[in-house]
């Protein structure tokens, strides 16, 4: 057995890197099919001319590469995108293209040479060295194909891939519908691309080869979607010794031989080996089954705000006589996500490792709606989501299934995951709609062919199952999909491949949050009186609530040109432009700070606005914790164009005070005011009673003056609210017609701050006149750079002065003032205090230089401040 095992681990060690697995991500060249005027077989032959073709983005759709070769402009700015063809209007032809890669390979001895396509939109013939490399026609945007190349290999090595990449069969017609008119849902791909209520149309419907292409060698054996199945029984803490934890493991080996192979299948995991002896027969895909593996103390996955995201690495190695013939390596995270109905909201509830989780979510799109995904992108965008104090993420069923590089961000930061299928209910007939070309009758079966659906379900599920991020899947977006591929769906193919993950078959089933008040379910949508989201009871696990999410001055200048930089008149029509980008009407919640004078002052009122709607949403949901509500999802968090609605940061990711609104309001341990009452609040996510917690509560009017309160220690209990005091007497007494500031801590017994929560009042009248005539507070800031990928800001604010409310901070570069993007601050829009100090850290990623600082305020004049 001991020599076994040395053996074994002595051809792993010689093995090394002879397994091979690269992108084809450059050196692509591409034609328009009228422009090529040849065949498949005559393109990918490496002798012909490629000397008019010009430079291909791979992955990325046929728009990305138009844009990149300039010919076309931005469709992100200003009205550009109604210069661009729209393909429902050119015809197919217009946007199909060939895509041409030359790369060098060759197969030795028993070598397999794979070639393998993560996504092509929508449908594909594929050619290598003058040969077809398949035999039926690839189709369906949401699907993986992988073909064994190693016959068609050139003998000298150098290779030719050609590839004709057709767009959607029904690209349908961007009519302003949701969708156009529907018909883009007959196909399997992305909904979103023939418009909706906060995108204008993709003009290519996302046409191309737009996810990865990869050459993969083997010794022979293919090792397949492994699944990795972890069991956490019981009710566990983040903290102290773990009782054991079960690994399953079972894996798809494939033999492409001719003969049958034995040999062992084995993996590695926390310094455990564990195999199991396995004979595969020839051009067969075995699934292998492994022995269970019980670890011990494990070291858990825990969602955002409850405990740390462990990851394992996991290499998986199919070993024969002859070496190692192929190895997978990935990271699992070692936690048991579990359902129950909660009897009394009467919605579902969700644990993880034992623990009862009140889910805090965002709505997701899509990171790019021209598909120009990367790793730091998603990376940041997700770290975005952990900075709102969110756990969970929310894929909208109109786009597409995530990629594993946003599951390894989701993994990495520990952001829930609730995976819809591609189903909405605008499109797959939920309602009439007269600006769909069908009838309900006809949508309820899209799309045209449910094999090919069935087929992507099941690839696609291999693909993500074992992020530990992954929590629920969904059948579609308000609506189910059509009882032909519902049934399977359920009954089988989940249970066969999965077996782990609460299923809902739609996103506001009654099963999912009963519907006991009417209504779609959902919503609302639009912005609304702040004391709304604590006094209107709503859907108990509601899937979208959200509101608006202008960005800053300095966002609205990065796409809309300076003369229609026009600040929104209230029940005035908005310029063309802010029109054309979704704007949502908020201008009567804005003229109570002063009826905006430029787009400039328009936006700076915005953000007080956007930093109310959405600390109250959280607040009003967390006040009724496990009373009213199980959780809620926003609609939603982010924007994948540049639109100017429903956004926590823009397409460019740069975060405006939606984020750090919410970021306050979803904090794990914070105080609060209901603006009902008056009431004073805390609220606890944790798995522990806190202790000894000092809540203290002021007041200061406009000059700066405080009025102090009460300050009392009190405890909470674990995953619970706790109502303390209200300060509606105190506050009358206060002279309201100029409006205060409310300032509420919670202390420990070190004085150190845990939770801090500031609120600005109205005076009597609902105008904030008070703010209006506020004295100017001249900061001191300074900005030090830690070299580190680190800067640490402070602002002073002397003992005398008004609050210095509301300051925006951003990281720039020195030389030219642009704002270095992203970067991530642990608090922005910051007010502080007369005769105090607040100290934000801001992160950026890469290597930076001349870095600067710049703060302004509602009365802080703007500053630049170099590092010291």
């Known amino acids: 057995m001991k020599k076994t095992f040395l053996f074994l681990l002595l051809f792993s060690v010689l093995y090394g890197n002879a397994q091979q697995r690269y992108e084809l991500n450059s050196g692509w060249l591409c034609a328009n099919i009228k422009d090529a005027q040849s065949t498949g077989p005559e393109i990918s032959k490496p002798g012909f001319s490629l000397n008019s073709w010009m430079p291909a983005t791979v992955p990325g759709t046929v728009l990305t590469t138009l844009l990149n070769n300039k010919k076309v402009p931005d469709p992100f700015y200003g009205m550009n995108n109604e210069k661009i063809p729209d393909v429902y209007k050119t015809g197919n032809d217009y946007y199909t293209y060939w895509f041409v890669k030359d790369f060098q390979e060759q197969a030795v001895g028993n070598e397999q040479v794979w070639l393998q396509f993560r996504g092509i939109n929508y449908k594909a013939e594929i050619y290598l060295n003058g040969k077809k490399v398949n035999a039926k026609t690839q189709v369906g945007m949401h699907l993986r194909a992988q073909y064994n190349i190693t016959k068609l290999l050139a003998a000298n090595g150098k290779n030719r891939l050609a590839v004709v990449v057709y767009p959607p069969d029904f690209p349908g017609n961007p009519n302003g519908g949701q969708g156009g008119d529907g018909t883009i849902a007959k196909g399997l791909t992305t909904q979103y691309t023939a418009g909706w209520d906060w995108i204008q149309p993709i003009r290519d419907r996302n046409t191309g080869i737009w996810d990865k292409v990869t050459i993969e060698k083997t010794k022979g054996i293919n090792i397949q979607n492994p699944q990795v199945i972890t069991l956490v029984p019981g009710k566990r803490l983040p903290e102290g010794k773990q009782d054991p934890a079960t690994i399953k493991v079972s894996v798809e080996v494939e033999n492409p031989t001719s003969k049958p192979v034995s040999g062992i299948l084995q993996y590695q995991l926390a310094g455990k080996l564990v195999r199991q002896p396995a004979t595969l027969a020839a051009n067969k895909t075995t699934i292998v089954k492994l022995p269970d593996l019980q670890l011990e103390n494990p070291k858990l996955w825990w969602p955002s705000g409850y405990g740390p995201q462990n990851l394992y690495d996991v290499k998986i190695e199919f070993v024969t006589a002859n070496g190692v013939s192929d190895r997978e390596q990935l990271k699992v995270g070692v936690r048991q996500i579990d359902n129950i109905w909660n009897e009394h909201t009467r919605s579902m509830g969700a644990f993880v490792n034992g623990q009862k989780i009140f889910i805090k979510g965002g709505n997701w799109i899509i990171s790019d709606a021209m598909l120009r995904f990367s790793d730091a992108r998603y990376d940041a965008e997700v770290r975005y989501h952990k900075d709102m104090n969110l756990n969970l993420i929310r894929i909208w069923g109109g786009a597409i299934l995530e990629r594993p590089e946003f599951y390894n961000a989701c993994d990495k930061y520990g952001l829930l995951v609730f995976q819809d299928f591609w189903f ?202 496990w009373d009213w509500y199980t959780g809620s999802i926003i609609w939603k968090t982010q924007n994948p164009w540049t639109a100017m609605r429903g956004q926590m940061y823009d397409y460019y990711l740069d975060p405006n005070a939606c984020l750090y609104g919410l970021r306050k309001g979803s904090e794990p341990l914070h105080v609060m005011m209901n603006p009902l009452d008056s009431m004073v609040t805390i609220v606890n996510n944790g798995f522990t009673t806190r202790n000894n917690l000092m809540v203290q509560a002021k007041a200061y009017d406009m000059e700066g003056k405080d009025y102090f309160y009460s300050q009392a220690f009190n405890s909470v209990g674990p995953s619970s609210v706790r109502r303390l005091f209200p300060m509606n007497q105190f506050l009358t007494k206060l002279d309201k017609k100029e409006g205060v500031f409310v300032s509420l801590r919670i202390l420990d017994q070190k004085q150190n701050i845990l939770s801090e929560n500031t609120y600005w009042l109205a005076g009597k009248d609902g105008e904030y006149s008070g703010l209006k005539n506020i004295r100017k507070a001249p900061l001191k800031i300074t900005a030090i750079d830690q070299k580190n990928g680190k800067v640490i800001v402070t602002l002073s604010n002397a003992a005398g002065n008004p609050v210095a409310f509301f300051n925006r901070i951003a990281l720039i570069n020195g030389n030219t003032g642009e704002r270095i993007l992203p970067a991530f601050y642990d608090d922005n829009y910051v007010s502080i205090l007369p005769g105090e100090s607040k100290t934000v850290v801001v992160e950026y990623t890469g290597k930076q230089s001349n870095l600067a600082i710049e703060v302004y305020g509602w009365n802080v004049e703007k500053q630049k401040v170099n590092m010291q």
Request: proline share 6%; with cysteine; charged share 25%.
């Open 424 to 625: 909405s209910g605008d499109c797959n007939g939920r309602w009439v709609d007269p600006m769909k070309k069908e009838d309900q009758w006809t949508r309820r079966n899209y799309p045209d062919d449910h094999n090919l659906i069935l087929n992507a379900i099941e690839d696609q599920i291999k693909m993500v199952r074992n992020h530990a991020s992954l929590a629920f899947w969904c059948g579609g977006n308000e609506i189910t999909p059509p009882e032909d591929i519902l049934e399977p769906l359920k009954n089988d193919i989940l249970p066969r491949l999965d077996g782990t993950r609460k299923f809902f078959d739609f996103s506001n089933s009654d099963e999912m949050s009963f519907n006991s008040i009417g209504g779609n379910g959902d919503g609302p949508y639009g912005i609304q009186d702040t004391k709304t989201f604590w006094a209107n009871r709503t859907f108990p696990y509601n899937s979208e609530v959200g509101s608006v999410g202008v960005g800053d001055y300095a966002s609205l200048l990065r796409f809309i040109p300076k003369e229609n930089l026009i600040a929104p008149q209230y029940k005035a029509k908005p310029d063309s432009v802010w029109d054309y980008h979704k704007y949502i009407s908020y201008e009567q919640y804005l003229n109570p700070y002063g009826k905006p004078k430029s787009a400039e002052d328009f936006a700076m009122k915005a953000q007080l606005v956007n930093y109310d709607q959405y600390r109250a949403l959280m607040e009003g949901f967390s006040n009724k914790m």
